[in-house]
């Protein structure tokens, strides 16, 4: 059978619309064996890094896109952005339209730009848009994640991303929500947004930074940064990077192969969750017949298309 779905080498050089056809096809096509021999293909390759940006509605993170988008564009980096928009199946994607208003060139094929719905999950991810995510990290050496929340949401976008980087609003009371979070799960950076709002970042950042050498945060030896960042000005924006690139730089020591392949476990397990609930999980993670979790480091896709064919077998 001749494939529907390219190649790496022809998605690398096939363009814009060629990657937007096979967006739409992961879409329309998500519980194909074929799709999942293809996202797992992509999901391995050596691609780029995945930066994921979260925090509250309007506290600029579509701004620091923007911002982003130049400095790699300036590096001569291919980027491409993913806006999640967990309000879009209410209004039937009537914010999509505003989350993607990026002042981006469209006959620059090294700039990519796509919307997606947070379907099928509370304020998360859906499984589309991990496909999409490991389909765009395959292309393009910067993926930019764009997902609203505080606090619930980062352990969700460290499934898809590299580095979490949570942007925290001046003057908002984020940095006490922070504080309150204090046991959840970091971030890897905090930017403080707006900085040209002057005391009322600079106090946001202090906050924030006394938060997290309060919370004895012994996670790793990673420090998390704590950087304000203006994208009216443009002041901070290299510092916010540098963090960034530094911190993956520590993932790329560890060995970047290992963090990947506890994404891809996570986004079976996920998947399983999703379809099966937790008996599933627990069948799923059960020892004794295939090691699933095993199999999922390398082709979390098509595991998980076996493993519910299964599953359905067994229950019809
Ligand atoms: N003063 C100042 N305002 C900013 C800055 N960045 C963004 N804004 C303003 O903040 C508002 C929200 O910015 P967005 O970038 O759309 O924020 P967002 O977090 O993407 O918002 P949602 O996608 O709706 O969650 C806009 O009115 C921006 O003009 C900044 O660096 N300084
Ligand atoms: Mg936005």
């Known amino acids: 059978m001749v494939s529907e779905f390219p190649t790496l080498e022809e998605l690398g050089t096939g363009g814009k619309r060629l990657l937007s056809r096979v967006l739409t096809r992961l879409e329309t096509h998500a519980r194909d064996a074929e799709t999942a021999e293809f996202l797992d293909r992509v999901c391995t390759a050596k691609g780029g890094c995945v930066l994921g940006l979260t925090g509250p ?3 600029g993170k579509s701004s620091l896109t923007d911002a982003l988008i130049k400095t ?6 291919r980027v491409a952005v993913l806006a ?3 309000s879009s199946s209410v209004t039937g994607g009537a914010l999509l339209g505003d989350r993607t208003r990026l002042k981006t060139d469209p006959t620059d094929e090294a700039v990519f730009v796509r919307s997606m719905a947070a379907r099928n999950r509370l304020g998360g991810l859906s499984d589309h848009s991990v496909a999409a995510i490991a389909v765009l990290r395959a292309v393009y050496d910067q993926v930019i994640v764009e997902t609203v929340g505080i606090g619930q949401s980062e352990g969700d976008l460290r499934q898809v991303a590299d580095t979490v980087v949570l942007c925290i609003q001046p003057g908002s009371g984020d940095s006490l929500q922070f504080m309150k979070a204090g046991i959840m799960e970091l971030p890897d950076v905090v930017a403080v947004t707006k900085a040209d709002m002057g005391a009322l970042a600079r106090r946001a950042a202090s906050d924030v930074s006394g938060a997290l050498s309060l919370g004895a945060v012994s996670r790793s ?13 443009g002041s901070g924006v290299a510092d916010l990077v540098a963090s960034a690139d530094a911190h993956f730089d520590t993932l790329v020591e560890k060995g970047l192969d290992e963090t990947r392949q506890k994404q ?3 986004w079976f397990k996920d998947m399983v969750r999703t379809e099966f609930g937790l008996a599933g999980l627990d069948m799923a993670e059960r020892k004794g017949g295939e090691d699933w979790l095993l199999l999922a480091r390398r ?7 076996s493993f519910a064919s299964l599953i359905r077998q067994r229950l019809f």
């Open 72 to 77: 790699c564009r300036a590096e001569e980096k």
């Open 84 to 86: 999640v928009d967990p």
């Open 57 to 59: 509605p309007g506290v």
């Open 221 to 233: 030896s990673w420090n998390v940064p704590v950087v304000e960042v203006s994208s009216q000005t």
């Open 299 to 305: 082709r979390p896709f098509s595991s998980f298309h």
């Open 264 to 266: 891809h476990v996570s």
